[in-house]
């Protein structure tokens, strides 16, 4: 048997159209791995790349024997923290570097492409469709081409006629991204046996508000998706239902189900069409659940001051970095201290300057320090503190809970700033709280805090759910850019009428 030569790339960015543009330092900052280093970091105990590489490997390797059984040819994978559209000088050099990096790898057998699929850039909405058509370009119409999304995808018809296979997460938080580069492996091996894909694409008119988008038990999103998978048989390859990044303000937004089976396109039609129908008909349920600021200050000042309630976790979903939020919007923060709240941690702020100031000054140092000073987002406000510097961290260490369980994480200069009676963790590499460890890391013990708030929309649940009962946490309605509040924002692009946006909305399957 002749060794299998498959190309590995990638890109990676959720673009909240109302966030500053972001180009090559972002991804620098993140992840930017260029050929052998992908094998590397796909291979390592404690991987600093996307997990969906690494499924894809284990997979390969067990299939073959090992690393000398298939060749990997890594051609260049990167990532950014969510932010704004890409900038066009940067995105079309990454399609370069990519290009030439398929092009001199002669006789490839498959494609790998591990891609979030919500990306927007300076000069087109569907920056992802434009680099899947080139790497088919390349590739030419007979080398398999498979590639995992990330369920919050806007996913447009070219990304579906470019690729044999798409395969998307199916957990919010997404606990499956390594799974799902497993079965994109699997798929690929299929196709080596000689399995034809065949997919059908749907996308309704039902923009689903973030915090909707759970896939726990009760929330209709997760509903859909466990239909979507009862329906997997012999037939039935891969059935991706993307609820899709409402921020992304395209014209291709809105929940899309794409089925792909061995070989059956009516099939993959009829089943596509059954499961949209069904969200179509459950989508009255895609409504946001969040208490007022005022809510919640009480209930944290309540929690603080008697230790036999349950602690509370509160989340700021509408300054979430994963979603382009900067992850220093003061509102919380203000009011929480305003009302003296105790016992309380903010994980994780971002603001380097505020970092800074507290390195030159020292553990145990006591500043005025203005929060946000070199920040000019609308919704960032700068807010006056007076803190005791607790402790400063270079930022590096290795989770162990929910999505960055195993994985080596970097918040860059870090410091815990104590005002009042709450701890700010501040970093410089913007990120979401993606778990407990943002604050283990840092010396705070996740477990004695009264109260938590992080700035995350929803993927710190699968992270602090050892310590959290779903009861225990709400979401707080404050302003931001990635607010659940779809009615707010300035939209362009959105295909209007959506729901829930406009409750007249129509969709039928007649039409498709
Ligand atoms: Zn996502």
């Not at 923290?81 to 890409?86: E, F, I, L, R, S």
């Not at 499956?176 to 309704?204: H, I, K, N, T």
């Not at 997997?232 to 899309?256: C, E, H, Q, R, Y």
């Not at 979903?317 to 929480?336: E, K, S, Y």
Request: charged share 20%; aromatic share 8%; hydrophobic share 40%.
């Amino acid at each position: 048997m002749t060794v299998k030569r498959i190309a590995i790339c990638g890109f990676n960015l959720e673009s909240n159209r109302f966030a500053p543009t972001c180009a090559r330092r972002d991804f620098e900052e993140s992840m930017y791995l260029r050929g052998d280093e992908i094998s590397v970091e796909a291979r390592a105990e404690y991987p600093r790349l996307h997990l969906g590489v690494s499924g894809f490997y284990q997979v390969m390797d067990d299939r073959f024997g090992g690393a000398k059984g298939w060749s990997p040819v890594p051609a260049v994978l990167v990532g950014s923290t969510p932010a704004g559209a890409v900038e066009e000088s940067f995105f079309l050099e990454f399609l370069e570097e990519l290009r030439v990096g398929l092009a001199g790898a002669d006789s490839l057998d498959g494609v790998y492409v591990c891609q979030h699929g919500a990306a927007i850039a300076t000069h087109t909405h569907d920056p992802d469709g434009d680099m899947f058509r080139l790497i088919r370009e390349v590739v030419g119409p007979d080398v398999p081409v498979v590639a995992t999304l990330d369920l919050h995808a806007n996913v447009s018809e070219e990304m579906v006629a470019a690729t044999d296979l798409l395969v998307a997460y199916r957990t919010n938080p997404h606990v499956d991204v390594y799974e799902r580069g497993q079965e994109a492996a699997a798929g690929l091996l299929e196709m080596f046996e000689g399995v034809r894909p065949r997919s059908f694409r749907v996308r309704l008119p039902l923009v689903a508000p973030s915090v909707t988008q759970l896939t726990a038990d009760g929330y209709p999103y997760g509903d859909l998706i466990r239909l979507g998978q009862s329906r997997i048989d012999d037939v039935v390859m891969n059935v991706s239902i993307l609820g899709g990044f409402a921020f992304g303000d395209t014209p291709k937004n809105g929940m899309t189900i794409v089925v792909t089976t061995r070989d059956d396109s009516d099939r993959a039609r009829q089943l596509a069409l059954e499961l949209a129908s069904a969200a179509w008909n459950d989508r009255h349920r895609y409504q946001p659940k969040m208490i007022s600021l005022d809510a919640a200050v009480a209930r944290a000042q309540e929690v603080g001051a008697d230790d036999s309630q349950p602690a509370i976790l509160f989340a700021d979903p509408a300054d979430n970095p994963g979603g382009g939020g900067r992850g220093n919007t003061t509102h919380i923060l203000r009011a929480f201290l305003a009302a003296e709240v105790s016992g309380c941690a903010l994980a994780v702020f971002y603001d380097r300057a505020a970092v800074a100031a507290a390195f030159a000054a020292g553990v145990g140092a006591q500043m005025s320090i203005t929060l946000n000073s070199e920040e000019d987002s609308s919704f960032s406000d700068p807010l006056d503190i007076e803190a005791t510097v607790e402790r400063l961290s270079d930022g590096v260490f290795i989770g162990e809970y929910g999505m960055v369980a195993g994985k080596t994480v970097t918040t860059g200069p870090t410091a815990v700033l104590v005002a009042g009676g709450i701890r700010v963790v501040v970093i410089s590499n913007r990120q979401q709280c993606l778990s407990t460890d943002y604050l283990q890391a840092f010396g705070i013990e996740a477990a004695e805090c009264r109260s938590i708030v992080v700035k995350s929309r929803g993927h710190f649940r699968a992270g602090f759910l050892h310590l959290f009962e779903s009861r225990q946490v709400f979401e707080i309605d404050v302003p931001g850019l990635t607010s659940p509040n779809l009615a707010g924002f300035d939209w362009s692009y959105l295909p209007r009428p959506v729901f829930p946006l406009d409750e007249d909305a129509q969709w039928s399957p007649d039409g498709v």
